[in-house]
């Protein structure tokens, strides 16, 4: 098992930055994928990014990617999502999620191949 817990959201103004942290516990963090989601009200949960076991790898959707960093401290067992120029349509709920490196990259935008899932933290951005 993998206990992942969120932090770093909040309400900003557009054009502001945020960074969001996901604490890890329980199995050895550095064995996995990391990845973040968001979902925004009625709408599917969304991949933003990821970032490899290892951390020489990293996956940025279309929406974030000129304006977000992901990056992983396995000493800390952490992962954090950087995130500049925000826009109203970045509010959603933010989740950090573990995937096992069994594919390399090919399924790190997909959420139903992330075993472990944390709660999520919200992101409001307004205008």
């Known amino acids: 098992q993998v206990q992942l817990v969120e932090s770093g959201g909040g309400l900003v103004h557009a054009g502001g930055s945020l960074r969001l942290s996901c604490a890890a516990s329980?199995?050895?963090?550095?064995?996995?994928?990391m990845g973040w989601f968001r979902q925004a009200p009625g709408k599917e949960r969304e991949f933003v990014a990821a970032?490899?076991?290892?951390?020489?790898?990293?996956v940025y959707a279309d929406s974030v990617k000129d304006r977000s960093t992901i990056s992983r401290d396995n000493a800390k067992n952490t992962v954090s999502l950087e995130m500049n120029s925000l826009k109203p349509e970045d509010t959603a709920v933010y989740y950090c999620?573990?995937?096992?490196?069994?594919?390399?990259?090919?399924?790190?935008?997909?959420?139903?191949?992330?075993?472990?899932w944390g709660q999520g933290t919200q992101v409001t951005v307004s205008s």
């Open positions: 329980g199995r050895t963090f550095s064995g996995f994928h």
């Open positions: 999620a573990a995937q096992a490196p069994l594919y390399g990259l090919r399924y790190v935008r997909t959420p139903s191949r992330y075993g472990y």
């Open positions: 970032i490899t076991w290892s951390g020489d790898g990293t």
